[in-house]
Nanobody, 126 residues
Framework: VQLQASGGGLVQAGGSTRLSCAAS????????IGWFRQAPGKERKGVSCIRGSDGRFQHVDSAKGRFAIARDNAKNAVYLQLNALEPEDTGVYYC????????????????????WGQGTQVTVSS
C-alpha cells in the first residue's frame, strides 16, 4: 500500500486549503484513514480521521468547526478541507491508513496506523 498526500502550501490566516490522500493497492473505503499534523519542533498528532467501517469521522478539538474530512470512493481518495486557518495549523500533514483489526471507535491514535504518506506542508501566515 502506498499513500500519496498532496495539497496545502502557503495560506493566509483565515483562508482555506484542501489536502488529498490517494492510495494504490488498497481500497480506502475499507479502512480508517487519518490525517496527522507535525508542527515545527513538535510531535506528530492526530487531526481528523474517518472510519472505514461506517464513514463516521472524528476531529481533534482545535479542528472542530473548521476542518472537514470526506471520502471519494470513486477516486479512492480522502480529503481534508481546512478552513479558517490559523498560524497554529502550520505543519506537515500526513495521511495514514489504520490497521483493519483495530476496531476502536476513536481513530486518532497514531500507533494504530501502519502506513503513512510522505506528508504535505501547510504554512499559515499571520
Amino acid at each position: 500500500v502506498q499513500l500519496q498526500a498532496s495539497g496545502g502550501g502557503l495560506v493566509q490566516a483565515g483562508g482555506s486549503t484542501r489536502l488529498s490522500c490517494a492510495a494504490s493497492e488498497a481500497r480506502l473505503r475499507d479502512h480508517s484513514i487519518g490525517w496527522f499534523r507535525q508542527a515545527p519542533g513538535k510531535e506528530r498528532k492526530g487531526v481528523s480521521c474517518i472510519r472505514g467501517s461506517d464513514g463516521r469521522f472524528q476531529h481533534v478539538d482545535s479542528a472542530k468547526g473548521r476542518f472537514a474530512i470526506a471520502r471519494d470512493n470513486a477516486k479512492n481518495a480522502v480529503y481534508l478541507q481546512l478552513n479558517a486557518l490559523e498560524p497554529e495549523d502550520t505543519g506537515v500533514y500526513y495521511c495514514a491508513i489504520r490497521n483493519l483489526h483495530i476496531l476502536s471507535a476513536s481513530c486518532l491514535a497514531e500507533y494504530d496506523y501502519y502506513r503513512w504518506g510522505q506528508g504535505t506542508q501547510v504554512t499559515v501566515s499571520s
